[in-house]
């Protein structure tokens, strides 16, 4: 019974639910923090499943498991804020040039041009209610008139 539950216990520590960051089109910078991150946190399991296979009683065993789940756990929330810190300032690289300026396809753009411009960004400024509401009713029209029409 107790080897069942050290090796249940083995199985589910080093099989915990990994979400791959996705690493898209992302800077070099970005790439290795994630990769960093993902050694980091199979570093964690690692060391989780050997102390959870030295231990002798199912008390240990338990105590090792939720130890192993909780530093996992920091790895992980560690790692999204390493990752996220990194996406963040990765604009700032190949293209910034001081003074809140950016220099792309041969002028000078604010911050808020330029993530207007690339990366589509809008910090609710251009944000029409109004059309909005009117989409949505339209579209609550058209279903009604659907199932009306049944």
């Known amino acids: 019974m107790m080897r069942r539950f050290i090796l249940l216990a083995l199985v589910?520590?080093?099989?915990?639910?990994?979400?791959?960051?996705?690493?898209?089109?992302?800077?070099?910078?970005?790439?290795?923090?994630?990769?960093?991150?993902?050694?980091?946190?199979?570093r964690e399991r690692a060391e989780g499943?050997?102390?959870?296979?030295?231990?002798?009683?199912?008390?240990c065993a338990e105590r090792e498991y939720r130890e192993a789940n909780r530093e996992v756990a920091r790895e992980r929330?560690?790692?999204?804020?390493?990752?996220?810190?990194e996406i963040r300032e990765d604009y700032y690289d190949r293209f910034y040039r001081g003074n809140g300026r950016w220099f792309?396809?041969?002028?000078?753009w604010s911050r808020k041009?330029?993530?207007?411009?690339?990366?589509?960004?809008?910090?609710?400024?251009?944000?029409?209610?109004?059309?909005?509401?009117?989409?949505?009713?339209?579209?609550v029209g058209v279903i009604a008139a659907i199932a009306d029409d049944d």
């Open 113 to 139: 041009d330029y993530l207007r411009r690339y990366y589509a960004r809008r910090d609710n400024d251009g944000v029409d209610v109004l059309k909005g509401a009117v989409i949505g009713a339209a579209v």
């Open 104 to 108: 792309r396809d041969g002028r000078y």
């Open 77 to 85: 929330r560690e790692a999204r804020r390493e990752v996220s810190r």
């Open 12 to 42: 589910v520590v080093v099989s915990t639910v990994t979400i791959p960051v996705a690493a898209q089109a992302q800077s070099w910078e970005v790439r290795r923090e994630i990769r960093e991150a993902n050694r980091e946190v199979a």
């Open 49 to 59: 499943a050997r102390e959870i296979m030295r231990c002798k009683t199912r008390k």
